[in-house]
């Protein structure tokens, strides 16, 4: 995919300092290159696709090596959500943002508040909330200059919402059970946990009380050592998790890690995990597929915690219990996924591609109420 950057042209500023840049992509609604020399704010916004609602997607900071990995990164991602919101039904359309800084140095104050400024000045064309090296703090910050955020702290509304899309992924693993042996129970099925973040370490908890015999790993090894003592599990390193043999591979840390090099040494009956983008490309599913290695889409499986965030924008306010029930139905929803894609002989993978691009074009889940943000 090439990008071109037209400098300056269609450029608005919302302060003094802040600079927006269009970046012509095709297929894609509006990117926009956002810079503030004094907070020394260097991000991107991709708004992919509203057809179903306004474009709703996370914020990414990481210290990207180019402007072109975090280009590529955000365009990956935004038509991710574009594809989740459309099979989840929450009447969202499909974008992200990141903020090429390192989260654990270059994170200020300043910094934050000129994005949300930028945020603002969009106009609720793209709602934000927390993502890899953003806080639930972070976004406290945010939203003291713009209201188009969501993912706001328990105590304010939905609170983190790793336990939902780790609740997401357990039934999503039940789902694969369900296909390959007819019963859906974890008990004494082999699971491989790549990644013991947020997610991973909620996933844990659910696994370990119904039984399922678990085998983790983290680039943090300590972490992982110390996991495994807690869970009673085995640990392997992060390049041996991919070769384990078990019922299902789980990655939970990054994308891309499905692909010409790790595909061929999964000895795994099934793949499931909340990692975003975890297929490198389109057609590592269909190697998956040949494989007979049951792929549970990362797009549909991982939506519990968009679930839980879309239930903040309800006027009545936050409650718990109608995302709870469907992260729940996640596992229906992967049935279906399976047998579309067995009848038509493709992979789950395109299988949900199509799925999503058709309720998309037929306007299916389209949001029929404005957003509420409460004041906070
Ligand atoms: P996190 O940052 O809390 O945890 C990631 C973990 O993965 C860390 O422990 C890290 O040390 C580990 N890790 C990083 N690279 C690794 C590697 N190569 N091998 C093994 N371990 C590695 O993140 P999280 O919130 O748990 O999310 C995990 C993934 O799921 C991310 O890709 C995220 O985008 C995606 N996701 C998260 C949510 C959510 O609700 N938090 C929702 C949807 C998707």
Same mark, same amino acid.
């Given at each position: 995919?090439?990008?071109?950057?037209?400098?300056?042209?269609?450029?608005?500023?919302?302060? &003094?300092?802040?600079?927006?840049?269009?970046?012509? =992509?095709?297929?894609?609604?509006?990117? /926009? &290159?956002?810079? @503030?020399?004094?907070?020394?704010?260097?991000? #991107?916004?991709?708004?992919?696709?509203?057809k179903l609602?306004?474009?709703?997607?996370?914020?990414?900071?990481?210290?990207?090596?180019?402007? @072109?990995?975090?280009?590529?990164?955000?365009?990956?991602? %935004?038509?991710?959500?574009? !594809?989740?919101?459309?099979?989840?039904?929450?009447?969202?359309?499909?974008?992200?943002?990141? #903020? $090429?800084?390192?989260?654990?140095?270059?994170?200020?104050?300043?910094?934050?508040?000129?994005?949300?400024?930028?945020?603002?000045?969009?106009?609720?064309?793209? $709602?934000?909330?927390?993502?890899?090296?953003?806080?639930?703090?972070?976004?406290?910050?945010?939203?003291?200059?713009?209201? !188009? =955020?969501?993912?706001?702290? %328990?105590?304010?509304?939905?609170?983190?919402?790793?336990?939902?899309?780790?609740?997401?992924?357990?039934?999503?693993?039940?789902?694969?059970?369900?296909?390959?042996?007819?019963?859906? %129970?974890?008990?004494?099925?082999?699971?491989?946990?790549?990644?013991?973040?947020?997610?991973?370490?909620?996933?844990?908890? !659910?696994?370990?009380?119904?039984?399922?015999?678990? /085998?983790? %790993?983290?680039?943090?090894?300590?972490?992982?050592?110390?996991?495994?003592? &807690?869970?009673?599990?085995?640990?392997?390193?992060?390049?041996? #998790?991919?070769?384990?043999?078990?019922?299902?591979?789980?990655?939970?840390?990054?994308?891309?890690?499905?692909?010409?090099?790790?595909?061929?040494?999964?000895?795994?009956?099934?793949?499931?995990?909340?990692?975003?983008?975890?297929?490198?490309?389109?057609?590592?599913?269909?190697?998956?597929?040949?494989?007979?290695?049951?792929?549970?889409?990362?797009?549909?499986?991982?939506?519990?915690?968009?679930?839980?965030?879309?239930?903040?924008?309800?006027?009545?306010?936050?409650?718990?219990?109608?995302?709870?029930?469907? +992260?729940?139905?996640?596992?229906?929803?992967?049935?279906? $996924?399976?047998?579309?894609?067995?009848? @038509?002989? #493709?992979?789950?993978?395109?299988?949900? /591609?199509?799925?999503?691009?058709?309720r998309i074009q037929y306007g299916i889940g389209k949001?029929?109420? +404005?957003? !509420?943000?409460?004041? /906070?």
């Amino acid at each position: 995919m090439t990008a071109r950057i037209l400098e300056k042209e269609g450029a608005i500023k919302a302060s &003094k300092e802040l600079v927006f840049e269009n970046i012509a =992509v095709e297929g894609y609604e509006q990117v /926009i &290159k956002i810079s @503030n020399k004094k907070t020394k704010l260097n991000a #991107i916004i991709a708004i992919h696709n509203t057809k179903l609602g306004m474009a709703l997607g996370g914020i990414r900071i990481q210290p990207y090596k180019t402007f @072109n990995d975090a280009l590529m990164d955000v365009l990956r991602l %935004s038509k991710g959500m574009t !594809y989740k919101s459309a099979i989840a039904g929450v009447g969202f359309g499909g974008g992200k943002s990141v #903020i $090429i800084a390192d989260p654990k140095t270059a994170k200020t104050e300043e910094l934050l508040l000129s994005f949300g400024e930028a945020v603002e000045a969009l106009n609720g064309r793209y $709602i934000c909330a927390e993502d890899m090296g953003c806080t639930v703090d972070d976004v406290m910050t945010i939203r003291r200059v713009t209201k !188009y =955020v969501t993912g706001l702290p %328990s105590d304010k509304s939905s609170g983190d919402p790793g336990r939902f899309t780790a609740w997401g992924i357990y039934r999503g693993m039940q789902s694969a059970l369900k296909k390959i042996y007819g019963q859906e %129970s974890v008990k004494g099925r082999k699971v491989a946990i790549q990644g013991l973040g947020n997610v991973g370490l909620h996933m844990l908890e !659910y696994l370990f009380w119904q039984g399922a015999d678990l /085998i983790l %790993s983290d680039i943090d090894e300590e972490k992982a050592k110390k996991m495994a003592l &807690k869970y009673g599990a085995k640990c392997v390193t992060p390049s041996e #998790i991919y070769k384990v043999e078990c019922d299902i591979f789980s990655p939970c840390a990054i994308g891309g890690i499905l692909n010409d090099e790790t595909i061929p040494q999964l000895r795994c009956k099934a793949v499931v995990g909340c990692a975003n983008n975890q297929l490198l490309k389109e057609d590592h599913g269909k190697m998956l597929k040949n494989k007979k290695i049951l792929y549970a889409p990362d797009f549909v499986v991982n939506a519990g915690g968009l679930f839980n965030v879309s239930a903040e924008v309800l006027k009545d306010g936050y409650n718990p219990i109608a995302p709870r029930d469907q +992260t729940d139905r996640v596992f229906d929803g992967l049935i279906a $996924i399976y047998e579309i894609a067995d009848k @038509n002989n #493709i992979s789950t993978n395109e299988a949900a /591609i199509q799925l999503a691009d058709y309720r998309i074009q037929y306007g299916i889940g389209k949001r029929q109420e +404005t957003p !509420y943000f409460p004041n /906070i």
